[in-house]
Nanobody, 126 residues
Framework: QLQLSESAGGSVQAGESLSLSCSAS????????VGWFRQGRGLFREGVAA???????RYTGSVKGRFTISRDNAKKTVTLQMNNLRIEDTAKYYC????????????????????WGQGTQVTVSS
């Protein structure tokens, strides 16, 4: 399994942008799907975006057109660019990986992902 580490989040105002990076260590990085999840005040951890080694991506509906996930396999890094942030985007964001998978074959749900970073807080205010 990969070991994952998120970059620092931050506090921004609504409408602003923020970029999160997920750095990985481990072998066979190209065999992994990497996803971003977020958890607000509740217990539910929502899949935000995911990308596999082929570059296939998937987004949850509320972030489509605002968030972009990208991947650099050589650097073992996945970036989540978040634009036009909304107050409801406030959450703790986690990156996670799923081994030996392709995105077309799976759901972006927590149970599908085996390794997780520690999470980083993103706060959006009005």
């Amino acid at each position: 399994q990969l070991q994952l580490s998120e970059s620092a989040g931050g506090s921004v105002q609504a409408g602003e942008s923020l970029s999160l990076s997920c750095s990985a260590s481990g072998y066979r990085y190209n065999n992994y799907v990497v996803g971003w999840f977020r958890q607000g005040r509740g217990l539910f951890r929502e899949g935000v975006a995911a990308i596999d080694a082929d570059g296939e991506t998937r987004y949850t509906g509320s972030v489509k057109g605002r968030f972009t996930i990208s991947r650099d396999n050589a650097k073992k890094t996945v970036t989540l660019q978040m634009n036009n942030l909304r107050i409801e985007d406030t959450a703790k964001y986690y990156c996670a990986s799923a081994r030996n998978r392709r995105l077309r074959e799976m759901n972006v749900t927590p149970g599908e992902f085996g390794s997780w970073g520690q999470g980083t807080q993103v706060t959006v205010s009005s």
